[in-house]
């Protein structure tokens, strides 16, 4: 019989909290970026997520985009009922919080390689900055659609203006920046001079990066989705492989993501049914 085990700091992480928007942030057509007074008492590790709860739709997972010492910044690319409600919130308007949830990435010394593709990049910004911050040498490489689904660019150029990053944008496009894929510009790039590579976004860009980290044994952790339903470890629906992603994950190491096996293969339907993705 397993035992679960309940200690305070986890009941502490899973009270939902009643916060207040303090600004909103139109990022692109379909993606805004919600920021709010921090009601966490500790201190997230980037690759988190929170659970958002919309009173009378819906409670879903996102990633801590921005912290600091008082504000919390989620941003949130509209999909669905929930999100698509969420992206049309404004300040002055109500959201519920759990957080800081799940296992975040570990902060390598050295030099890294951050690798997203589109709203998956919300969970790199916040680590970007945490690398700055601890004098990692960081390079960025961010993949969109077309210009019109970019985020973050102005804030990632000024970063890489002043020193502090070195950036490559890519859109499949070609309306911005490079005319390639994230994983295009990553692969080229992609060196054993490396301490880490970091990577959010389609599973097709995680699967085919840690193809490359398997073949230049390169360090590399990936933050995966799974569909969520407690965020607490209990329901199980957000089962990849032998993993719970809102326990274990979202962030994953290379060997675990290849144990886990299935990543841009297949999924987990609401319902519990597997979706193939390929
Ligand atoms: C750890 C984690 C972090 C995430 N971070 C972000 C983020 O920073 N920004 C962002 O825009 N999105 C993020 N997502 C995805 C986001 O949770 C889904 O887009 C959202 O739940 C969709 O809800 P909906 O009602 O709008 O759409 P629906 O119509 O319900 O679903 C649209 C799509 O989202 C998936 N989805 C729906 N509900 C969930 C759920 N509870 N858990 C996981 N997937 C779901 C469905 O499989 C479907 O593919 C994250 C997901 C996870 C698991
Ligand atoms: S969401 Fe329930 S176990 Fe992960």
Redesign the pocket.
Known sequence: MSVYHIDRSMLDRHRRRIVRIVRRVDECLDTVSLYMHNPFSSDPIPGQ?TMIWIPGV?E????I?YMDSCILG????G??????ILCSLQPGDTIGVRGPLGRGFTIVKGRSLVVGGG?GV??LRYLIYRLIDVGVDTYVVFGFRDKLHTIYLEEMEKLSVEGRIKLCIATEDGSYGFKATAYDIASRILDESFDMVYVCGPEELIRRILVLCVEKDLPMEASI?????CGMGVCGSCVRGAYL?CRDG?VFDRDKLLEIGEIGLRRR??SGTIEPLL
């Open positions: 997520f819906d879903i997972p996102l990633s985009s989620v941003t949130v690319r999909v669905g009922e929930a999100t698509r709203v919300a969970p989705e799974g569909y969520m339903k992603v979202p339907r609401a």
